[in-house]
């Protein structure tokens, strides 16, 4: 469900860039047939190379995949003319900091995870803790993406970024009692969740597993003593 409104949500946006912002649409106006070839070919040869790596788990960037084919392919047929280089200089610039921004952020995060909840005593209740403005700086980052430029954009730009910082708290702070309501299994019961204590939780060989009990309650045991 996520994927599919992601699709439906950004997709436009990407379909717009790889329309537009890769090949100058003016040199094929005579020749509309070669520009459709090359749209089908670019993304049938993505949808294929996709595919193989993922049969084999090999990492693949299908929109990098499709850019690249829609470039050789413009090359092949119109020459240097035919492309956009403004935007490829844009998109280079995106492929180059969008992995190293990932790196350092996800970093950050590791980094405060570890911090703030698994080196505390109690990691679970802080981890329960830090769930809600964790979620909303999720939610908040997800609506960024469509306010400021998505097909729910808001201008002037403060207020998009007021919109999905109010959007990411509202769910951040509502998230535990979301939780509550899809806990309720079908008999109508509500399934106890840990909030405060560890004597509330789940059984190491009941939650984890034969193999992760017995790792749990060595820790527990070296811990203690």
């Known amino acids: 469900a996520c994927e599919l409104a992601g699709g439906l949500l950004v997709g436009p946006l990407v379909s717009a860039t790889l329309s537009h912002g890769i090949i100058d649409l003016s040199t094929y106006e005579k020749t509309p047939n070669t520009l459709v070839k ?3 070919c670019s993304i049938l040869g993505s949808a294929i190379s996709t595919l193989g790596a993922t049969v084999y788990g090999i990492p693949v960037s299908s929109t990098k995949g499709v850019i690249t084919s829609m470039v050789i392919l413009a090359l092949m047929t119109q ?3 035919s492309l956009n280089f403004h935007g490829l200089r844009l998109m280079g610039v ?3 900091v969008s992995p190293i921004s990932g790196l350092i952020g996800a970093y950050l995060v590791h980094t405060a995870i570890i911090t703030l909840i698994l080196k505390e005593s109690k990691p679970v ?3 329960l803790a830090y769930r809600p403005l ?3 700086v999720t939610v908040s980052v997800s609506a960024l993406s469509l306010t400021l430029s998505g097909p729910l954009a808001i201008d002037p730009p403060p207020l ?3 919109a999905a910082i109010t959007t990411g708290g509202v769910v ?3 998230w535990p009692y979301i939780l509550r309501m899809i806990a309720y299994n079908d008999t109508g019961t509500q399934r106890s969740v840990a909030l405060d204590t560890n004597d509330s939780l789940p059984k190491p060989s009941s939650a984890l597993g ?3 009990a017995a790792a749990a309650a060595a820790s527990t045991s070296s811990s203690s003593s």
């Open 38 to 40: 090359i749209m089908f």
């Open 79 to 81: 020459g240097t003319n």
């Open 94 to 96: 995106t492929f180059l």
């Open 125 to 127: 209740a802080y981890a």
């Open 134 to 136: 964790l979620v909303g």
């Open 160 to 162: 998009a970024f007021l």
């Open 172 to 174: 951040g702070m509502w």
């Open 210 to 212: 034969p193999t992760a």
